[in-house]
Every structure is written in structure tokens, then in C-alpha cells.
């Protein structure tokens, strides 16, 4: 089956500095990707969708300057928290929608756990 | 624009017993749904999901879902629970016209007891 494969799967950061989280599809080709976040016994929040080779369409509210995503070939997005401080500390989780599947198979990494100290 | 309720953050259910979770939806065009279970510090598993096929989905693990149109919902359901059903479920909704994004419910955590 298809396979997201997310790393790293935990980091811990010092405040003020940028952490990049990829997401790689490893046996399907991805047009689409989607990094939510999930703070703790919450539901997942969609971030921004990201297209190969365009630029990423981030949902209100979320900082574009401050997650850098960059989608730059069909199997591999990433997602570059900058400056980042605590309060960006959270589970991090991308999607990739599978292109040869017509009828929306949407596979999940694993997630990356962010702790800002 | 689509979303999706659950009702109830937390059952408990015991070992062998029927698991049911409660899912509605509300979408202005035909929906596609779908079930997801997540582990802890871990992504998301697709269950199962509905794309305008039949009405009954089976996924993985023995469970199922019926989506009814009339009642805007998509219940899963599991006939005899088990102890490593314990999980966080949720409902996720998008449509032909949503961009592909997925919408999620809020969750619902699953506890199953002796």
C-alpha cells in the first residue's frame, strides 16, 4: 500500500531557531500534500496544501513567513518551521494524496513531535 | 463549505461488547467521508471511507460504516470490541468541489475495558 514516510518523528529545538520537517511518499507519486497540526487531545488543523511546483495555499490565520513549506518534486514536501518559539510546539502531521487514485486516497506520515525550548 | 460532528470525546466500551461512534456530516454537495483511527504519537490510519459507492463500507479491522443520506451520518461500528481498538477515531469529510482538502471532526477517544 502507499506509504508517507515523515521524519523526523521527534525533534527539540532551541527558541529562535528554523526546524524542517519532510515529508516523503515513498512508492506513489504525489501531487498534493497537506501539513496539519495537532495539539494535544485536539483535532487535526490544516495548515496549508501544497501543490508540486507551485506555490503552497495556506488556511487563514496560519503564518506563511513563519512555515515555509516547499513542495519541489512529486514525492517530497517539506515544512520549515522559522524562529521558532514554544508556543510552535506541537504535532506536526503531513498527508499525501495519492495521484494515480481517483477516488481520494489520502495517506498520513506519522508525524513529527516539535518541543521549542 | 463541509464539516463534521462528533458526538462524544470519550466512550467506553467493554472487551467483546459493540463499538459504535457517531459521526454527522454537513456538505452542500454529494460528500465523501471517511474514518481514520490514530495511535498515540503516531499519524493516521484510514479506516475505511465512503466515495459514492455502496452505502455499507467494511474497512480493516472489522469495522464498518453506513452512510445515510436522510440522517447525514456516518456511524462506524464494530461488532465485539477489542482491547488494542483502544485509539482516537476520526470522521473526515471532503468532496469533489473541497479542493481535496480533508475536513476533520474532533475526535472521539476509545476506551475498551475487561
Known amino acids: 500500500g502507499a506509504v508517507v514516510s515523515q521524519h523526523p518523528s521527534w525533534v527539540i529545538c532551541k527558541s529562535g531557531t528554523s526546524v524542517k520537517i519532510e515529508c516523503r511518499s515513498l512508492?506513489?507519486?504525489?501531487?498534493?500534500m497537506f501539513w496539519y497540526r495537532q495539539f494535544p487531545k485536539q483535532s487535526l488543523m490544516l495548515m496549508a496544501t501544497s501543490n508540486e511546483g507551485s506555490k503552497a495555499t495556506y488556511e487563514q490565520g496560519v503564518e506563511k513567513d513563519k512555515f515555509l513549506i516547499n513542495h519541489a518534486s512529486l514525492t517530497l514536501s517539506t515544512l520549515t518551521v522559522t524562529s521558532a518559539h514554544p508556543e510552535d510546539s506541537s504535532f506536526y502531521i503531513c498527508s499525501a494524496r495519492d495521484r494515480g487514485q481517483s477516488n481520494y486516497g489520502y495517506t498520513f506520515g506519522s508525524g513529527t513531535r516539535l518541543t521549542v525550548v | 463549505a463541509q464539516s463534521v460532528t462528533q458526538l462524544g470525546s470519550h466512550v467506553s466500551v467493554s472487551e467483546g461488547a459493540l463499538v459504535l461512534l457517531r459521526c454527522n456530516y454537513s456538505?452542500?454537495?454529494?460528500?465523501?467521508l471517511f474514518w481514520y483511527v490514530q495511535y498515540p504519537n503516531q499519524g493516521l490510519q484510514l479506516l475505511l471511507k465512503y466515495t459514492s459507492a455502496a452505502t455499507l463500507v467494511k474497512g480493516i479491522n472489522g469495522f464498518e460504516a453506513e452512510f445515510k443520506k436522510s440522517e447525514t451520518s456516518f456511524h462506524l461500528t464494530k461488532p465485539s470490541a477489542h482491547m488494542s481498538d483502544a485509539a482516537e477515531y476520526f470522521c473526515?469529510?471532503?468532496?469533489?468541489?473541497?479542493?481535496?482538502?480533508?475536513?476533520f471532526g474532533t475526535g472521539t477517544q476509545l476506551k475498551v475495558e475487561l
Open positions: 512508492d506513489f507519486q504525489a501531487t498534493t
Open positions: 473526515a469529510v471532503t468532496s469533489q468541489g473541497g479542493g481535496n482538502k480533508l475536513t
Open positions: 456538505s452542500s454537495v454529494p460528500p465523501y
